[in-house]
């Protein structure tokens, strides 16, 4: 009875210590960016032009391109997540299956950094050839990398939930007649559709708080892409540059309010992606 | 590229095992009756001099233990500013809101020129000033304004507070700031990464990281290496800092000082870097 108690208290701990480390961080970037939020230093982050030395520290273009680099990777990942996941849980024979899945696993534990440097030497002259515009390191240069990283995570969060249903209603569908393709259409993937969203969601949340693949591959430019071949800038990526290089001047508090856009991104994007979810509910 | 590296990495330490067999003292005497840990991080230029100060002075006194991490200028100050390492690199002179906020000391010790570089297959050798600053605001796009090849010109840069940017922004481009379609890369070692990698690219990085992957290009004539920046005929030069938070602990001081005497100098000249004594 006592060990019980223990358990219960040890998880409530753990759960509240987490929570409120989240809270407690939102709460430092706020406070950390607060000096902006004075005497017209909002207006002067919230604009367009990313010139420190001359006094225009603007980040709009890196939350452009934070949003145009995640949600483009997400837009490709997720059909192909979609898809991969169905063909391995009912379409797939056994002996393709596991080493599918197997390869998928895998895939989730390469670090970021890998894609990062194989694409900087494999895919960078690659599309700098094919596409003869800009240098290679592009808004699609990362993207495509970016679609790759997500994918795995996608598939595993989706096919959990996919197996659980699949165990429960293959078996109803298959008496009632379903061929697989319509059983997929029809039956399996309105039933699994909260277990898509929360895989999407998680998926948001690795593209866009990724640094690594757009700092090296995105090309770092602090503009609005005019096309998919121009380079851009995330706001994880800016962070990174701006702490790598300075450490007090005035503009190094916009490091702060990047900070707390990307929370609010995330924040934003989870509820929209809930309610979308709540929407279609039955 | 990898397996290059690998086999140029194994002479290096080779040829380290070699020299280190007699242990030569004099310099590293300083080290002999000290212990502890020392920290380092900071601006990417200084690394190289940084890791072989280390290693000599480990390989002499076991007892010491040095890390030498990069990060950047920017980091260099925030880390030894904030007392989390002894020693905080910088490749520019300390802000004063830096020194007022953190009450940093500064130790110069190395001169550093920083060139504009391209792939070592462009045919161009060299520009006018002009030229460069042309280039890096976007008035000339095509190589073949410049002398090259009909193709476009591949503009790379640095984020700008880094110290190497500040140097060549200031000295070479005049303040012009560098076209907004640019790529900003993150280190002195990306950048050459970058530039190897592109027939078209033109950036700028620290002379003492230049090697045969890019080609350091002429400036008005004057080719940028370390005898043209000791004799001042090429002008975009800097110096290189190490910080300490206050008065350095004694480990910091012999660090320091090492690197301030005959045998640092030695390893200064060694990364291609100009010792100011």
């Known amino acids: ?282 | 590229m990898m397996s290059k590296n690998g086999v140029s990495l194994l002479l290096a330490a080779l040829a380290l095992l070699l020299c280190n067999a007699p242990a030569l003292a004099g310099d590293l005497d300083r080290f002999a009756s000290l212990e502890g840990t020392l920290d380092i991080a900071g601006g990417t230029a200084h690394i190289p001099v940084m890791n072989e100060a280390a290693k000599r002075i480990m390989s002499f006194n076991p007892k010491i233990r040095i890390t030498v991490a990069g990060g950047g200028t920017g980091i260099g100050v925030q880390k030894a500013g904030e007392g989390l390492v002894d020693i905080g690199n910088t490749g520019r002179p300390l802000s004063e809101e830096e020194v007022a906020k953190f009450g940093l000391q500064s130790f110069d010790f190395a001169i550093d020129g920083v060139a504009p570089i391209v792939h070592p297959e462009n045919p161009v050798n060299g520009l006018t000033a002009q030229q460069i600053r042309d280039i890096f605001a976007g008035r000339i796009t095509r190589w073949s304004a410049a002398g090259g090849p009909d193709a476009a010109i591949h503009v790379y840069g640095r984020e700008e507070a880094s110290g190497t940017h500040e140097v060549f922004w200031d000295k070479l481009l005049k303040k012009e700031p560098i076209v907004a379609g640019a790529n900003i890369i993150q280190s002195n070692g990306a950048m050459k990464v970058a530039v190897s990698q592109d027939a078209n690219a033109i950036g700028y990085m620290s002379i003492g990281h230049i090697d045969d992957t890019v080609k350091p290009l002429a400036v008005d004539g004057v080719t940028p290496s370390q005898e043209t920046a000791v004799d001042g005929s090429y002008p975009v030069v800097r110096h290189l800092f190490m910080n300490t938070k206050g008065d350095p602990k004694p480990v910091a001081r012999a660090f320091i000082d090492y690197i301030l005497s005959a045998e640092g100098a030695g390893i200064i000249s060694a990364a291609g870097y100009i010792p100011v004594r």
């Open chain 1, 1 to 282: 009875m006592l060990s019980e108690i223990w358990i219960r208290r040890l998880l409530g701990t753990a759960a509240m210590v987490s929570t409120a480390a989240a809270f407690c961080i939102l709460l430092v970037l706020v406070t950390l960016a607060l000096p902006l939020f004075t005497a017209g230093g909002l207006g002067t982050v919230l604009s367009w032009q990313w010139l420190p030395f001359q006094g225009k520290f603007g980040i709009l273009p890196m939350v452009v391109g934070s949003l145009l680099l995640s949600l483009g990777a997400l837009a490709a990942a997720t059909p192909l997540a979609v898809g991969l996941a169905c063909f391995a849980q009912v379409l797939a024979p056994g002996w393709i299956k596991s080493p599918c899945l197997a390869v998928v696993h895998y895939m989730t534990s390469i670090p970021t950094v890998i894609y990062g440097f194989v694409s900087v030497f494999v895919l960078v002259p690659l599309m700098r050839q094919w596409f003869d515009r800009g240098t290679g390191f592009s808004l699609l240069t990362a993207m495509i990398a970016l679609t790759l990283l997500i994918l795995p995570t996608i598939v595993l969060v989706f096919q959990a939930t996919l197996r659980e249903v699949d165990r429960t209603a293959r078996a109803t569908c298959a008496a009632l007649g379903f061929s697989k393709p319509s059983y997929i259409r029809h039956a399996l993937l309105p039933l699994s559709r909260r277990g898509l969203l929360a895989a999407v969601i998680l998926g948001f949340g690795r593209a866009v708080g990724d640094t690594l693949i757009s700092l090296m591959l995105a090309g770092n430019a602090p503009m609005v892409p005019g096309s998919p071949l121009d380079a851009i800038r995330t706001l994880t990526a800016h962070i990174a540059l701006v702490v790598a290089t300075d450490s007090q001047s005035t503009f190094y508090h916009s490091v702060f309010a990047s900070g707390v856009i990307l929370f609010l991104i995330m924040i934003l994007i989870n509820l929209a992606l809930r309610r979308l979810g709540g929407s279609f509910a039955p």
